[in-house]
């Protein structure tokens, strides 16, 4: 069974720091990875969507990498601002006979501090 | 090109009572997925539905319900509230198997 830890559960940064989040999974035989970001009370909005076959993806500020071998990616964020806040959650698909469903870990939660 | 839409975005309901979410897919989407979402237990899978047809299902009672039509717009019914039914509800949309998911803003759901 498919688990996905973060690490750390929250962090409190000064505007302009940059930043890694940390995601690891037991599960190395996974299709893709997703990160996502949550504003308080919200939805989910996708960041970026790593495939297997990829090391990096890049998006703006934001970039993330993946190592299945070692099950871990991790998501950086250059030059954090105010806007950023939120809490930022990974998940990789479930399993090959698993559909569509997503095992998510339980988020790290960001404050940038203006 | 509209993004996943979920109505009512807040419900307050009593113990007892039944509630039905809906949620729209992004056009050309065939898969919706369903989570509850609270502070003690993060995001837990509900069920997926492709086509019309329930494809996996959580671990959660049968009091917890799906369904799709057959413009992939999905709707979820839980019977006989209980108070810790108060959670977000999430939808997600997709192609269907890995690819990339968009969720909507959720539900939120109260039981007094």
Redesign the interface.
């Known amino acids: 069974k498919q688990e996905v830890t973060q690490i750390p559960a929250a962090l409190s940064v000064p505007e302009g720091e940059n930043l890694v989040l940390n995601c690891s999974f037991t599960d190395s035989a996974i299709y893709n990875l997703q990160w996502f970001r949550q504003d308080p009370g919200k939805g989910l909005t996708s960041l970026l969507l790593i495939q297997s076959s990829q090391r990096e993806q890049t998006s703006g500020r934001l970039n993330a990498s993946l190592d299945k071998s070692s099950g871990r990616s991790t998501l950086y964020i250059a030059a954090s601002q105010p806007g950023d806040s939120a809490t930022y959650l990974c998940a990789v698909p479930a399993g090959e006979t698993s559909g569509s469903r997503l095992t998510f870990g339980e988020g790290t939660q960001l404050t940038v501090n203006p | 090109k509209a993004g ?1 839409t ?1 109505t009512p975005r807040y419900l307050i309901k009593t113990r007892g009572q039944q509630v039905t979410l809906s949620c729209s897919p992004i056009s050309g989407h065939r ?1 919706v ?1 369903w989570y509850q979402q609270t502070p003690g237990q ?2 837990q ?1 509900l069920f ?1 539905y ?1 086509s019309e047809t329930q ?2 299902k ?1 671990n959660f009672p049968g009091r917890f319900s799906g369904r799709q039509f057959s413009n992939s717009r999905s709707e979820m019914n839980v019977s006989t509230l209980e108070l810790g039914d108060s959670a ?1 509800y ?1 939808c ?1 949309s ?1 192609f ?11 539900t ?1 759901l109260s039981v007094l």
């Open positions: 996943v979920q898969s997925s993060g995001l899978f997926e492709f494809r996996n959580g977000l999430l997600a997709s269907g198997g890995v690819n990339i998911q968009y969720f909507g803003a959720g939120r």
